[in-house]
């Protein structure tokens, strides 16, 4: 069973500052087998510190879901993550699926950053998240720098991330999107 615990969310000064101890969560099963695609790396199981994660540098928390709009914004975050990985950034998805259904998902998918199973949408409380799906980008220390809410078929929401993340990162802005001619 997956589960999540969230300690020390705090708004301060208008601001969220996610200064999480740790999350606790978990992603089903011990084994994800070998045709999963090195998916087990990517769950996140136990105990994880948020502190940690956000201590390294910014980290975005999609609140998402396996569904057709979801699934078809996924593709720009990941080219998101793949853009800004090497620069320190880290996703971290929060799908509401059941563990069981989501590890089948994610091999899919080839998902390429951190994920986790909260069906019960502790995380989606937590945030005050009234959308699916919600994007929590969260600066290096915590401090919640942007939410971007609703899904964007064509990766405008993956774009605007893509440029408060170069500002967070002091790097030049990746071309998400396609540019019209």
């Known amino acids: 069973m997956a589960f999540l615990i969230l300690e020390h969310l705090r708004f301060i000064g ?5 200064s999480l101890d ?32 956000t201590a390294d540098g ?8 396996a569904c ?11 080219k998101l993550q793949a853009a800004y990985k090497e620069k320190g950034l880290t996703t971290l998805a929060v799908f509401q699926e059941e563990p069981a259904s989501l590890e089948s998902y994610v091999a899919q998918k080839d998902i390429q950053f951190l994920w986790l199973a909260d069906p019960k949408g502790a995380l989606w409380k937590t945030f005050e998240a009234k959308t699916m799906p919600t994007n929590v980008l969260l600066d290096k ?10 899904c964007t078929k064509d990766g405008k929401n993956a774009q605007a991330l893509s440029s408060e993340i170069a500002k ?12 019209k001619k």
């Open 14 to 18: 208008g601001v969220w500052h996610a």
């Open 22 to 53: 740790y999350l606790r969560l978990g992603c089903g099963r011990d084994d994800f087998g070998s045709s999963s695609g090195g998916c087990k790396e990517r769950c996140l199981e136990g105990r994880v510190d948020l502190g940690k994660l």
């Open 58 to 65: 910014p980290v975005l928390v999609r609140l998402t879901c």
């Open 68 to 78: 057709s709009g979801c699934d078809a914004e996924l593709p720009y975050f990941q």
């Open 141 to 150: 220390g915590g401090k919640v720098v942007k939410v971007v809410a609703g």
């Open 168 to 179: 967070l990162l002091n790097t030049q802005e990746a071309q998400i999107t396609e540019t």
